[in-house]
């Protein structure tokens, strides 16, 4: 994913936030990825990265990606860490401010409590 994807994407959080407020206005980059070198299920890479030293005190995040992440035989295995934390969008169209909302609603539900963090999945 280039520096300029990742430009655009922040560019987009921005317009959401003023907007519609929310915590999408505090990204400022992407300072963790999933692994640049380890492709499988975009869900095993995430789980992956939670498992990391800088993924370990994450327990308030929610993914936004184009492919399953719940859904599907090879899915079952990190399934239940999944549920609650899914926002799922159309590549050809990509983040909307609806699923801005949904994301948005499911941070919220999500203990005030832990850290936030944002993670970039490669592509």
């Known amino acids: 994913v280039s520096s300029e994807s990742c430009a655009e994407i ?3 959080f921005q317009r959401f936030a003023a907007g519609h407020g929310g915590p999408l206005g505090d990204v400022k980059g992407f300072p963790e990825t999933t692994s640049l070198t ?3 299920y975009r869900q ?3 789980a992956e990265w939670l498992e990391t030293s800088a993924g370990q005190s994450v327990t308030r ?3 936004i990606d184009d492919e399953e992440l719940v859904l599907g035989k090879p899915l079952q295995r990190h399934r239940a860490r999944f549920v609650g934390h899914v926002v ?3 590549s050809s169209v990509g ?3 609806e699923l801005g909302d949904e994301a948005i609603a499911l941070l ?3 203990p005030p409590t832990c850290t936030e963090r944002t993670l970039f999945t490669s592509a």
Do not use: D, M, R
Request: glycine fraction near 0%.
């Open 10 to 12: 922040v560019a987009n």
């Open 38 to 40: 380890s492709f499988s």
């Open 44 to 46: 095993w890479e995430i």
């Open 61 to 63: 995040w929610v993914a």
């Open 88 to 90: 799922q969008c159309k």
């Open 95 to 97: 983040l909307t401010p």
């Open 108 to 110: 919220n539900a999500q």
